[in-house]
């Protein structure tokens, strides 16, 4: 992505109308003079990709609904950073990382929106500079708490923990680590007078567990009631063993309709620490039964496993050739709450497997349409075994009645309406009905003691429906099943309410497209 760069004209007007309001409680680095000539601007927390950059009016640090409404003057690019050309910009400024846009080089793409601020001048904004203007506290006074230099945290720390100076780069990554523990306590609304109070103790349990042989990049901590500060789950898109060690997951493979498969596997067994042990079969729901079952404890296998050096996944396996072969495989996002994890992962042939840790194989959900909504869906589109067609679907629901049903033996209105299909890497389009019913209604399916709910597109296309409803749900990645009744086929896709996620999964898959997926 090019840079993007700020109108001088619309610099000038927001300029001339905002700034003369500045002057508020923000504090301001004696490091950063204001910029003159041409300026780049860097956000960070990791590089913060589709960031909208808004002038802080009132130099809080904060974005009013006042300066929101005169809208981003600009988005930062895959590095986090925007340009601006050709004037002496001497205002303060916020980034605002949106959820469901906004990519973090860490964790992909943010989950919920937040704001950071910076005193005016600064050529980064990050979560430290953040902290500065809004609790009135100097830059170089947090550095120097943290025994940290200023141009580390109120500069690019991610870059320089790549550099060739051990302790300087081992600083960067203390920063880093910080950085996220700023980030996750801001998205949860704690105040930034309580996160800055608690950042020195925030850097020594980070140091400590530095010590114990922890890899900053995947230390993640979080702020308790009571004051202390525990260990949070990583959201780094990075493989450790320790997450997957000892631990039974189900495993499905949907890259090919033709061939969707699930599993249960297991990383490491008391035989083996880097054993990979697997049952599989092929993927089905309805009328069909679970014929596999999860490795014990005491697994063995000729497939092992093991996390390289930059966070990726290793198998090492015999082809059918019998020679040894190997598959890396990439995280594309993940997710946790509770008790529950999950990631989506995919393997350098194109594969793409969604692995959680519920051990039920079959646990579909309820797929209400409660409001008119768009959603974007990833999925292949060729029903042939071993025939790649990778398809971005734009699905329009738009609610026009409801209809009265039964559910878990009480009465509810299901909507039904108007659905609008469009293709983002296609041509094609259709213009469709839709109608939420319980699953029992379809042809006397009936499969738990409850009532699932799905969704029903009437595709007049083909004169055909498709059945849907959520097998896994994440967040705001939802793994769906999708059942044909008229070619009696199940499949699975991804589907988000966030476009930008499914672009991003579809580019990182469909750039390691090799056609093989399924073989060895």
């Known amino acids: 992505m090019k840079d993007n760069k700020i109108s001088i004209l619309a610099l000038a007007v927001a300029g001339s109308t905002l700034l003369t309001g500045c002057g508020g409680s923000g504090s301001e680095s004696a490091s950063m003079p204001p910029p003159e000539g041409p300026q780049t601007i860097t956000a960070i927390d990791g590089y913060l990709q589709n960031a909208e950059l808004y002038i802080d009016a009132n130099a809080n640090g904060k974005l009013e609904v006042s300066e929101q409404g005169l809208g981003p003057i600009g ?24 959820a469901g846009k906004t990519i973090d080089s860490d964790s992909g793409v943010v989950d919920k929106t937040y704001v950071l601020g910076a005193p ?34 109120a500069g690019d720390y991610v870059a320089q923990k790549a550099g060739s100076d051990a302790d300087a780069s081992a600083k960067a990554s203390i920063a880093h680590a910080l950085a ?3 980030v996750s306590e801001t998205k949860k609304g704690t105040s930034e007078s309580l996160v800055s109070s608690n950042l020195v103790a925030a850097k020594e349990a980070v140091e400590s567990e ?17 004051g202390s500060i525990n260990d949070a789950p990583t959201t780094a898109l990075k493989f450790e063993r320790a997450a997957l060690q000892d631990t039974n997951w189900s495993m499905f493979r949907f890259d090919d309709v033709g061939d969707n498969e699930h599993y249960f ?15 599989n079969e092929t993927f089905g729901f309805l009328d069909k039964t679970v014929g596999i079952q999860a490795p014990t404890s005491a697994c063995s296998s000729d497939t092992t496993y093991d996390v390289s050096a930059d966070g990726k996944l290793v198998w090492n396996y015999t082809d059918d050739s019998g020679n040894p072969a190997r598959r890396e495989l990439t995280m594309l996002h993940r997710f946790s709450e509770g008790d529950y994890a999950m990631f989506l992962m995919v393997a350098d042939n194109g594969e793409l497997f969604w692995v959680d840790n519920n051990p039920e194989l079959k646990d579909a959900g309820d797929y209400r349409v409660e409001q008119d909504v768009t959603t974007y869906s990833f999925r292949d589109d060729n029903p042939d075994f071993g025939s790649i067609d990778y398809f971005l679907m734009q699905s329009e629901f738009t609610v026009t009645g409801d209809q009265a049903y039964t559910v878990s033996g009480a009465d509810e209105d299901l909507n ?32 738990t003691s409850d009532d699932i709910v799905i969704t029903v597109e009437n595709l007049s296309a083909d004169s055909e429906e498709h059945w849907y ?46 056609g093989t997926q399924g073989t060895n």
Request: glycine fraction near 8%.
């Open 75 to 98: 988005l930062t690019n895959a590095s986090g950073e925007i340009n601006v050309s050709g004037i002496n910009f001497n205002g303060n400024l916020v980034v605002r990382a949106v």
């Open 210 to 226: 530095v010590e114990a042989g922890s890899d900053p990049d995947l230390v993640e901590l979080e702020l308790q009631g009571n």
């Open 265 to 279: 596997i297991r990383f490491g067994s008391a035989n083996s620490p880097d054993a990979f042990c697997l049952d």
């Open 120 to 153: 005016k001048g600064s050529a980064f904004i990050t979560p430290f500079t953040h902290l500065a203007q809004t609790t009135g506290v100097t830059v170089g006074q947090i550095a120097e708490d943290l025994g940290l230099e200023e141009s580390v945290i």
């Open 416 to 447: 039904i309406g108007d659905l609008v299909l469009s293709a983002l890497n296609h041509t094609d389009s259709a213009t469709t009905t839709f109608e939420t019913v319980p699953l029992y209604e379809m042809t006397g399916q009936m499969q």
């Open 180 to 182: 996220r523990f700023v």
């Open 469 to 514: 409803f959520p097998y896994r749900t994440a967040g705001d990645l939802t793994l769906v099943l999708n059942y044909k009744p008229s070619a009696d086929r199940e499949s699975l896709f991804l589907q988000s309410r966030s476009r930008v996620l499914i672009e991003t999964i579809f580019e990182e898959v469909e750039a390691r497209n090799s």
